[in-house]
């Protein structure tokens, strides 16, 4: 790599004025030209005579983590908006027009949603920040995870426009080790995920398995549009939305992928992007409980 000091040499400026040079900003050269930016901290070597040392840190991490932060907080201020203007809009109709039962209950209902939304995304920043500082507590159990599939998909069901989900899940699964509630969370996103992304018409299916004797894991595939090569390294990572999502303007916040993937690592699981020929397929493993015994498919495990 090559320094690119601009007018003056920082090095010969701190042997000459002889002062040190803390955190200025820089650019180093790498071998194919690209520009490097850095922060330079540069000072004279005592034990050397005419000699001087520098310490170069690659800004690259931090401003792409800003300019993630930054396309977040542009994304949850939309996301925010558009469920408050519903609720406002619908709640001033209610309050001002005289407006026929059925009527009401159709603006009842999608005030409702909205306020969904808005719970789950306050939910997604309350629990970045926990896990941030490490502060995510788990109450961990044996729980039956088919028991909790079934019971999510029970409980969407009741929500308007709710799209049907196929189900894969055979009897005498063992339970295992997990907080279900946070468990519960993960089910959750990753449907969501689905939804958004692979279009109304595509099929998603959710399969649980035993994998290993130590480990059960949990599959949610849809059969849509895919993830575009260039973002599949980049789906489980920070407040990440691939260009397609952003250009056509898919509601999200970049967190719901983070989330699951921390949630699962607490545990001591792992999360993964399946290979596909087509559509996405998203897996689970968690640990199974310790002396567990096959589980009922009618339990929830909440």
Do not use: W
């Amino acid at each position: 790599v090559g320094l690119l000091c601009g007018e003056r040499c920082p090095f010969a400026e701190v042997l000459e004025d002889g002062g040190p040079i803390v955190g200025r900003e820089l650019e180093v050269r790498h071998r194919d030209g690209t520009p490097i930016p850095v922060a330079a901290g540069i000072s004279r070597m005592a034990a050397l005579e005419g000699g001087a040392v520098g310490v170069l840190r690659d800004l690259r991490p931090a401003r792409s983590l800003e300019a993630a932060k930054a396309s977040f907080v542009a994304a949850v201020s939309h996301e925010l908006r558009t469920p408050l203007a519903l609720i406002d809009g619908y709640t001033q109709s209610l309050l001002q027009l005289d407006l026929d039962a059925a009527t009401v209950r159709r603006h009842l209902e999608r005030i409702a949603v909205a306020a969904r939304r808005l719970g789950v995304l306050v939910d997604e920043i309350i629990d970045i920040g926990q896990l941030e500082s490490d502060a995510l507590v788990l109450r961990r159990t044996p729980v039956a995870l088919d028991g909790v599939v079934r019971a999510y998909v029970a409980e969407r069901s009741d929500q308007p426009d709710a799209r049907p989900i196929a189900l894969d899940l055979p009897v005498g699964l063992p339970r295992v080790d997990v907080d279900g509630a946070r468990i519960r969370q993960v089910v959750q996103n990753l449907v969501e995920n689905a939804e958004k992304h692979a279009g109304r018409a595509a099929r998603i299916e959710m399969r649980v398995r035993r994998l290993e004797p130590a480990t059960v894991v949990l599959t949610v595939a849809d059969d849509g549009r895919g993830i575009p090569a260039e973002d599949r390294d980049h789906v489980f990572e920070r407040f990440f939305r691939g260009r397609r999502v952003r250009e056509a303007a898919v509601p999200g916040s970049g967190l719901g992928l983070y989330l699951c993937r921390r949630i699962v690592e607490a545990h001591g699981g792992g999360i993964r992007l399946d290979a596909t020929t087509r559509g996405t397929s998203i897996s689970v493993g968690l640990p199974v409980a310790a002396g567990s015994r096959t589980a009922g498919a009618a339990e929830t495990g909440a």
